[in-house]
């Protein structure tokens, strides 16, 4: 099935044998291809797998073979109907998947579980990445589960929750006095020092294959019932989830198993937009900013995945909308008396679906599905700044009475 590479600018393919990570040519990111004449859509719908694996006819690396372990646990999340948000909202329908409840709490599972089964394909011993925390917890995690050494870069401001789980999956980690960007830079001259295997989000082709099993699930969990959504709005930050996401689209409509791709809405924070300032801008020059959010996931300064994140909603009709810190704060909030414990990435998308109603960008008559990324447990702080600190009070009824008419 995996027939090689194709750049993403200049169109130039590799055979499958090549171990490369960007276009020898001109530098650009690369897609990976199929030939999908092999396919037997059979093994998919007949598969019992309940995770990203049920999809291993179309990606593009052999069955992992570990049953019952977080690596082959990926995937499968959950979509949730929120019919007191879509009345709220005034929307037709409100779904919203639930990256939250991967493995090690967000989607970066699906691309690290992926590239830890190539890795040991090639028969790389040690997979080394730079994070902001989630797709280092993921791959510390995968790796772990698969008995493989990983090593992550990360800034020295990342959040204490994300480097415990970093130390506690065994990985090696090193905190960078800089930012994100700085991180990425050094993890890649590291692989190629020290001849480790890179992960890196776009910089790796393989990435985007395991972000893409999402697409597939929707198919599955939603349109193959007749719940297709019209709008699928994405958080933003490197740019390889929403890559991935249209990726997956495309592969399902090219494969006849879709009619039509819905719109996809990118969604930035204010703080760390520079794909968003490109699209509002007409243009596809991405320029790089200094990253400002508490959204950590997604603070990139320059994105790596930029050129596809843009065509995954220029091509589908979608749009980007920048967001608040604030609103993203409330949009924890909102989500949280729904059900759903999302982190100030993940919440981003939710934030940015209320503000393209505001903006009457998105209709009543509409059905829109809402991707969050990750776990409100990786950001605790933000969540109290989003509802407060709850009262501490004397263990009598007296007390109990005086604090709930100061709530009430």
């Known amino acids: 099935m995996f027939s090689g590479y194709r750049c993403t600018r200049c169109g130039a393919v590799y055979p499958p044998d090549r171990q490369i990570y960007l276009c020898p040519r001109d530098g650009a990111v690369l897609d990976v291809t199929y030939d999908w004449k092999q396919l037997d859509p059979g093994a998919i719908q007949s598969s ?15 069955d992992p073979g570990l049953l019952a372990t977080p690596l082959r646990r990926a995937g499968w999340t959950p979509i949730y109907a929120l019919p007191a948000l879509a009345q709220e909202l005034g929307l037709d329908q409100v779904w919203i998947k639930d990256e939250g409840v991967n493995p090690t ?22 997979i080394v990445t730079a994070s902001t925390g989630n797709a280092g917890a993921a791959l510390a995690g995968m790796a772990a589960a698969a008995g493989a050494s990983a ?20 990985a090696r980690v090193f905190l960078i006095k800089g930012s994100y960007d700085d991180a990425v830079l050094l993890s890649q001259q590291a692989a190629e020092d020290f001849g480790w295997y890179c992960r890196n989000t776009a910089y790796n082709p393989f990435t985007i294959e395991g972000k893409k099993t999402a697409a597939y699930e929707m198919w599955e969990q939603l349109i193959a019932d007749g719940h297709s959504p019209d709008a699928i709005f994405v958080p933003v930050g490197d740019g390889n989830i929403i890559s991935g996401i249209h990726k997956g689209l495309r592969e399902l409509h090219q494969l006849g198993w879709i009619e039509r791709i819905p719109a996809i809405y990118g969604v930035q924070a204010e703080g760390a937009a520079s794909i968003a300032n490109a699209f509002l801008n007409q243009s596809e020059t991405i320029e790089a900013v200094r990253a400002n959010t508490l959204a950590d996931g997604i603070a990139v300064d320059l994105p790596n995945d930029g050129y596809r994140a843009l065509r995954a909603v220029t091509e589908t009709g979608g749009a980007y909308l920048k967001v608040s810190d604030t609103e993203i704060l409330s949009a924890v909030q ?28 998105i209709t009543a008559d509409q059905r829109v599905l809402v991707l969050n ?8 702080g933000a969540a109290l700044r989003a509802v407060g600190e709850a009262p501490v009070i004397e263990a009598n009824l007296t007390a109990l009475k005086r604090a709930m008419e100061v709530i009430d």
């Open 334 to 361: 909102r989500l949280g008396l729904a059900g759903i414990f999302a982190e100030p990435a993940g919440a981003a998308a939710f934030a940015g679906l209320r503000k393209a109603l505001r903006e009457v960008q």
């Open 48 to 62: 019992q797998e309940r995770s990203m694996w049920r999809y291993l006819p179309l990606l593009p690396v052999s």
């Open 151 to 170: 090593v992550i870069f990360a800034p020295a401001k990342a959040l204490p929750a994300k480097v415990a789980q970093l130390l506690i999956y065994g």
């Open 373 to 380: 990324t990750g776990s409100g447990l990786k950001d605790i």
């Open 105 to 126: 709490a967000s989607f970066k599972d699906r691309a690290s579980a992926l590239v830890v089964v190539r890795a040991s394909e090639i028969g790389a011993s040690v």
